[in-house]
């Protein structure tokens, strides 16, 4: 209730109370000429699957590895006729699970490598059950720098209730295995699991502190209406854990960390000293490739078709398997760089006067946060207390759950749908 009246307040005061954002059916799109971009790359595929899962994914079949290849070799291909020899100032591969397509992953990486000019650092997301010396040599060859495993919980009781398929032997052994090997390691940890204790999450920490994580990221167990489990629950909406528990465990973690001399990175995670830091979702313009990819390039957002067959047929046929797009204004491309500063917890006060230097109403949103102790000043930045990363994440798990959720589901029913309003 609270969080629903709090985002529709942001929103109406922000944009037109009733300006949607509208997805349509894609057709070509136009790229503008540009210089570098990030790359997603997308590995829908998975052994196990986790019924508290989300994301866009199937159960691995060995059917569909080739022509997944063949699928985005030609996606790639296509990306390259459009942009030119650009240069991909990073790398993210995503999933799925990427490394249930190890081989194949070493053929994309080596194909974009000669059709663009690959400039920064490689990321990947792996799962413990997925991890042995082979795997970890072949992600030390393709030139892997930041590994993230999705570890989720030390607790065999948790793992076994959320239906992960190891126990915690083996995430220790594919811990052992990485560290060292990347320039950064972090470990996925889950709380606010059903039945949960504080004590327990602490400890679940404490135990990834102890394993070396470069960074830990925790992110509390949210239950979507089209998730199995989300189906067994007979959701309609995303249902979030219990706001007071959640509170009180957000406090302790970032008291825990803050003491162990790790330092917050974002809304969920941690890291110590110089190490770079893991994260998904805070590139800028990023084109993604594979199915229920997202791009996002100057003027507008895309999502590929989610469904894996549509992908595979579209991308062979040698057309853009680009499935929704919405053009953004600039303000709301301002608005879209101003809520991932918040996720990362500090906004550079430069870059935001420059964005921001006519803009009354962001700025008389920061002043009454200040008031509210939500955020402080420094000289060149501002930055989000413990209270106000934590209303922050409320609000924008409200936001991306909510608008995400709705984008998905349809996605997920419907390869080519025609438009989803949000
Ligand atoms: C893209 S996912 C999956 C990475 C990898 N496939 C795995 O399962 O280990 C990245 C992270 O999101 C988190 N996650 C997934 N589903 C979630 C949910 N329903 N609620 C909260 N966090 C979730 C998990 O911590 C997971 O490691
Ligand atoms: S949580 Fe990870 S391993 Fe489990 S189904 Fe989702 S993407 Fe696959």
């Known amino acids: 209730m609270i969080m629903d009246f709090l985002t529709k307040l942001t929103r109406s005061y922000l944009i037109d109370r009733d300006s949607h954002f509208v997805f349509r059916s894609a057709g070509e799109i136009q790229f503008p000429k540009m210089d570098s971009i990030d790359l997603y790359i997308h590995i829908p595929f998975c052994r196990n699957m986790c019924p508290y899962c989300p994301y866009n994914k199937i159960r691995y079949t060995k059917k569909y590895v080739a022509p997944y290849l063949d699928a985005m070799l030609s996606e790639i291909e296509q990306y390259h006729s459009r942009l030119g020899t650009i240069e991909i100032s ?40 997925d991890i042995n010396s082979e795997i970890v040599r072949k992600l030390e060859q393709f030139g892997i720098d930041r590994v993230s495993l999705g570890v989720q919980s030390f607790d065999d009781k948790y793992l076994k209730l959320i239906g992960r398929n190891y126990h915690s032997g083996i995430v220790n052994s594919a811990i052992s295995q990485l560290r060292s090997k990347f320039k950064s390691t972090n470990l996925d940890l889950m ?14 920490l404490q135990k990834a502190l102890d394993a070396r994580a470069d960074q830990v990221t925790l992110y509390p167990l949210f239950s979507f209406p089209y998730s199995s489990a989300g189906k067994y629950l007979k959701l309609k909406k995303v249902k979030f854990p219990n706001l007071f528990r959640r509170r009180e465990m957000y406090r302790a973690i970032h008291d825990f960390c803050q003491n162990k001399g790790y330092q917050r ?16 979702v ?17 003027g507008a957002f895309s999502f590929n078709t989610f469904s894996v067959k549509a992908y595979i047929k579209t991308s062979l046929n040698k057309k853009l398997p680009i499935a929704l797009r919405m053009g953004l204004t600039d303000s709301i491309s301002r608005y879209y760089w101003l809520y991932w500063r918040f996720y990362d917890t500090y906004i550079p006060k430069k870059q935001f006067q420059d964005l921001f230097k006519d803009d009354r109403k962001i700025h008389r949103l920061l002043w009454a946060a ?15 207390t413990e209270s106000g990363s934590f209303w922050i994440h409320l609000i924008q798990n409200y936001y991306i759950l909510n608008y995400i959720n709705k984008v998905w589901t ?12 949000i």
């Not at 200040?370 to 989000?384: A, P």
Request: aromatic content about 8%; overall charge negative; proline content about 6%.
């Open 282 to 298: 805070t590139r800028d313009l990023y084109i993604g490739l594979g199915a229920g990819a997202g791009s996002h390039i100057p």
């Open 370 to 384: 200040t008031k509210l102790g939500l955020c402080k000043e420094t000289e060149d930045q501002i930055f989000l």
């Open 90 to 129: 990073s790398i993210y591969i995503g999933g799925g699970t990427p490394t249930s397509l190890i081989d194949e992953l070493g053929i994309i990486l080596e194909r974009i490598n000669d059709r663009f000019e690959v400039a920064g650092d490689i990321c990947i997301e792996t799962n413990p059950a």
């Open 191 to 204: 709380f606010a699991l059903p039945g949960q204790t504080t004590n327990e999450v602490l400890t679940d």
């Open 410 to 421: 349809v996605a997920m029913e419907q390869p080519w749908p025609k438009e989803i309003k």
């Open 265 to 280: 990175v974002s809304v969920w995670g941690f890291k110590r000293g110089d190490v770079p830091s893991f994260s998904s």
